[in-house]
């Protein structure tokens, strides 16, 4: 029996497409907007992490290595990537009319 990628990665780390119980399409666009935001903020420097972002939409079993490659990036690239990450995710407040 195969241990679920979830369970590789620590409480504190479930966020975004690492968290537990996604649909597998939510977790796809969760990692398409994660590898946007790491392309457009980091470019050709976070190419091995675009391409675990990548290769993790079909298989779940690459999670675990995409963040340790995002937690492995420079803390100022890293910064940047969670922020905007936070930003786009952010609920967005009840538009007033």
Do not use: N
Request: glycine share 4%.
């Amino acid at each position: 029996m195969s241990v679920p990628p979830s369970t590789l990665i620590p409480s504190a780390d479930r966020w975004g497409p690492f968290a537990e119980g996604l649909d597998p399409a939510e977790r796809c666009a969760r990692l398409r907007t994660l590898r946007s935001i790491v392309h457009l903020l980091i470019g050709p420097r976070a190419g091995q992490l675009r391409a675990l972002l990548k290769e993790a939409e079909s298989d779940a079993a690459v999670l675990p290595a995409a963040l340790k490659a995002l937690d492995a990036l420079a803390p100022l690239d890293r910064r940047r990537v969670l922020a905007s990450y936070a930003a786009i995710e952010r609920p967005s407040p009840e538009v007033r009319r």
